[in-house]
């Protein structure tokens, strides 16, 4: 799927799915890497219906394996995000992030995935405070999780960035955006 084979992609996990049903038909747990990269895979090409049904899929399953759910929900609200229904989407991460927070704890790079997510959505909303608090948690937790040259500091960096100009702090954003693309040059390269 990363290299861009996406037909393949998908006839390998379906093929996957299959194998895994038939041959391991009591162990759900397998299916659930294939069934989220399946749902990913549908989202990447823009199948937001069939995405849906797999993401359904594993909150479903999180019914009997609690730590599947919040990927569920998590890709859920990507969904709405996506398909404009910002108030469905918050309700979905905020629901993520309670069961990535109970199961994994708040130190967790999902955890900071999802307030991410949820950061974004609660800007759509205008709730540009609330997001710029939920940006800095993200910032903090990517700090500790990857350290402050890792890209994904830099994203939380530029992340906060926007919101500071959107709230009219200019010199503050353009410091944000300035760290962050010294640490994607360094990391990453140019």
């Known amino acids: 799927m990363e290299s861009g084979e996406l037909t393949q992609s998908e006839s390998s996990l379906l093929g996957n799915i299959g194998f895994k049903k038939n041959h391991f038909p009591n162990d759900t747990l397998l299916l659930v890497e294939s069934l989220n990269n399946l749902g990913v895979l549908y989202y990447r090409i823009n199948d937001i219906e069939k995405s849906r049904i797999y993401f359904d899929q594993l909150i479903s399953m999180g019914e009997v394996y609690p730590e599947v759910k919040p990927f569920g929900l998590n890709n859920l609200g990507v969904i709405y995000l996506k398909e404009g229904n910002i108030e469905k989407a918050v309700q979905y991460f905020e629901e993520a992030s309670y069961y990535f927070a109970s199961t994994f ?86």
Do not use: C, M, W
């Not at 955890?111 to 608090?133: D, K, M, T």
């Not at 830099?154 to 010294?182: C, D, M, P, W």
């Open 105 to 190: 704890g708040t130190l967790h790079q999902e955890y900071a995935n999802v307030l991410n997510n949820l950061a974004g959505a609660r800007n759509h909303q205008g709730e540009a405070e609330i997001a710029l608090s939920l940006y800095n948690q993200v910032l903090d937790l990517d700090k500790t999780l990857f350290g402050e040259n890792h890209p994904k500091y830099a994203t939380s960096l530029t992340n906060l960035a926007h919101v500071y100009a959107q709230l009219g702090y200019l010199e503050v954003a353009e410091k944000f955006i300035r760290s962050s693309i010294l640490i994607k040059q360094k990391s990453l390269g140019t």
